[in-house]
């Protein structure tokens, strides 16, 4: 099974509103990353945010680390059309230093 | 555009047949990783290459390998397709091989390969 696991699977909000993702993962981390991809391209990193960190932004997007319950959010404020795309996170596994990435959670935003 | 290029975007090809996937890093990257992508398995890390050198193995098959060359490009070849193994292939590249998870991978435009 993957390490880190996104929810919802799927979240569909309007435009202004904002989406809050989840992610959960199972061993201990040094690292989250959170990455964006439109539909059928390849990944963008987004943030990343260290174990010894509890929150970060970045324009409109805040993520926040809860290593006791192993657990990371990303928000999108304000949320435009344009962040229509699926969003994963990603974790290095137990010591290994590859990102290992869940299934993602695939946001779509109505104009 | 994320500087990491990948040919061809798109290949259809018949099972039992053999490809080969090609990724350019961004400039001045020394890690090549390689990433299969299906809607029932996700994003699956295959392998990773620092300078020239295999540094880690993901859910690779034995029928698939890899290489990277002397300007760091790197090969994905597949062989003995089957019908399974159409999805999107990823490349991507970074500029080392930190330790601690903390690289940021730039992903190249994926290579779609359907096999018939």
């Known amino acids: 099974s993957q390490q880190g696991e996104e929810d919802p699977q799927a979240l569909s909000i309007q435009e202004g509103e904002n989406a809050t993702m989840n992610c959960s993962y199972k061993?201990?981390?040094?690292?989250l990353q959170w990455y964006r991809q439109n539909s059928g391209r390849g990944l963008v990193h987004l943030i990343l945010?260290?174990?010894?960190?509890r929150e970060k932004h970045s324009g409109r997007l805040r993520v926040t680390l809860d290593t006791s319950k192993k657990s990371s959010s990303l928000l999108i404020t304000a949320s435009r059309a344009a962040d229509t795309a699926s969003y994963f996170c990603?974790?290095?596994?137990?010591?290994?230093?590859?990102?290992?990435f869940g299934r993602g959670t695939s946001l779509i935003v109505h104009p | 555009d994320s500087g990491v290029t990948q040919t061809p975007k798109h290949l259809i090809t018949a099972t039992g047949q053999r490809v080969t996937l090609r990724c350019s890093p961004r400039?001045?990257?020394?890690?090549v990783y390689w990433y299969q992508q299906s809607l029932d398995q996700g994003l699956q890390f295959l392998i990773q290459?620092?300078?020239?050198?295999?540094?880690a193995k993901g859910n690779i098959l034995e029928r698939f390998s890899a290489q990277q060359f002397p300007d760091l490009h790197s090969e994905l070849n597949l062989s003995s397709l089957e019908l399974g193994d159409s999805a999107l292939y990823f490349c991507a590249s970074s500029v080392g091989q930190r330790g601690d998870g903390s690289e940021t991978q730039y992903f190249g435009p994926g290579t779609r390969l359907l096999v018939l």
């Open positions: 290459y620092y300078n020239g050198e295999e540094r």
């Open positions: 990603a974790t290095d596994a137990g010591g290994s230093y590859i990102p290992t």
């Open positions: 945010i260290r174990s010894n960190e």
């Open positions: 061993t201990s981390i040094n690292n």
């Open positions: 400039s001045g990257d020394l890690s």
